[in-house]
């Protein structure tokens, strides 16, 4: 494994660094906040045009077919400045699935769009007391002459008020993973969308269907294929997830030492007591183990190694260290780091909330477990 950038990836993590400082400072970030729509408009609108919509998309769909490695290092971007925009959602987990199974009309119709950052997608996923294994899908997908119908509820759906269609995993029968993958409009009657308040304050849905038709061309994939289809997704998307994790904790670390050295205390810096020092220290540590661990998965999965253990390892150790930094850092902050005015609550809210979205903590640890044990 090779940890040296080479001048073109340093020239995407300056461009992205760019991008994010332009249009979604936080003080942007603060506004959108619980927002219906959450992300800044200029933002996904740059992504697109500079073609970060379209990095992991082949040429032939407008995209521009980089690797997970140099998603990695944009994601890393992303997590620094708390960037909110549909990107996971749409560009990486709803196009991945696409390009896996999809067919060619879908992929003509939708995976250009996304590359122009002109159509978003959302998956529809974790549901209401489900888990997230195959189990836990329980929206019924009901065969009814030349389409389905689906009935039941998602919860934690990015974006759903804004995207153009929503992947909705849904079961079409009684085997474990007997799960088809289909595209719906959230505009469809039998669609109800509700938005719901989470701690990082970011824009989630709770997503009610009620014998919702889609047509046969909606479905991905083959028969009860779409379990398998999300589950690679999810790998690529845990690597990523956890570059953001790893990006959030040094910029959250870095205004830390900042204050540590100008605030004072007893007439001293605050990093000049042996307490807060060794806090520091313990947690650039972790951030840089953190980062090697992100960046070996990103490589192995760029170089077509598997990643079964890999990358829920680098989600795992990338979002516990994003949380522990952060609450350090709240504490070096003193009382002041868990007011609103401040900006350091803004990093350990959604350290947390990464840390249970998507794989959480147990799900992380049962599939490394696996893959030692199987």
Known sequence: MDLDLSDEQEMLREMVRGVCRECAPLDVVRALEDDPVGYPRELWKKLGELGLSGMLLPEEFGGSGQSILDAAIAYEEFGRALAPSPHFASAVLAAGALLRAGSPEQQREWLPRIARGEAILAPAWLEPDGGFGPRGVQVQARRDGDGWRLSGAKRHVPFASSADRLLVLARSGEG????????????????????????????????????????????IGGPASGWGT???????????????????????????????????????????????????????????????LVYQAAWARSAGKPVDRLAPMAKLFACQTFRDVTAMCQQVWGGVGFTVEYDIQLYFRRAKQLQISWWDARALEQRVARSLLD
């Open 176 to 219: 474990e993973a007997e799960i088809d993958l289909h595209l719906v409009d959230p505009r469809a009657t039998g669609v109800e969308l509700r938005q719901d308040l989470t701690l990082a304050s970011d824009t989630q849905y709770r997503v009610g269907l009620r014998d919702a038709r889609v047509g046969l061309a909606s479905r």
């Open 230 to 292: 999300w589950d690679a997704c999810m790998l690529d998307g845990a690597i990523l997830l956890a570059a953001q994790a790893m990006g959030g904790a040094e910029r959250a670390l870095e205004l830390t030492v900042e204050y540590a050295k100008e605030r004072k205390q007893f007439d001293k810096p605050l990093g000049a007591f042996q307490a807060i020092s060794h806090y520091l220290a313990d947690a650039v540590t972790a951030v840089d183990g953190g980062k090697t």
